[in-house]
């Protein structure tokens, strides 16, 4: 009993104090022009961001293919 007790105690403090991830803030601005400005800024920087990391995926996905050469199997001998 004290044990379940002990028990529900901990979990309800450790959640009540784990990180919460949050995203981005995009309004930080003073007014709603800057808000915007600062939205659009943020988006793009993690779209470039993300463009950058998939073609960097690519190219070590391309990397690690082996290089086959076509090979003759059947020599004609005359």
Same mark, same amino acid.
């Given at each position: 009993?004290?044990?379940?007790?002990l028990?529900? +105690?901990?979990? +309800?403090?450790?959640?009540?104090? %784990?990180?919460?991830?949050?995203?981005?803030?995009?309004?930080?601005?003073? %007014?709603?022009n &800057?808000?915007?400005?600062?939205r659009?800024r943020?988006?793009?920087?993690?779209?470039l961001?993300?463009?950058?990391?998939?073609?960097?995926?690519?190219?070590? &996905?391309?990397k690690? !293919?082996?290089?086959? !050469?076509?090979?003759k !199997?059947?020599?004609?001998?005359?």
């Amino acid at each position: 009993m004290i044990n379940k007790i002990l028990m529900l +105690l901990v979990l +309800l403090i450790v959640s009540c104090t %784990t990180y919460r991830i949050k995203g981005p803030n995009y309004n930080q601005g003073r %007014t709603h022009n &800057a808000d915007n400005a600062n939205r659009s800024r943020i988006v793009n920087s993690e779209d470039l961001r993300m463009k950058q990391a998939m073609q960097r995926e690519r190219d070590r &996905a391309s990397k690690n !293919k082996i290089k086959r !050469k076509r090979v003759k !199997k059947h020599n004609k001998y005359i």
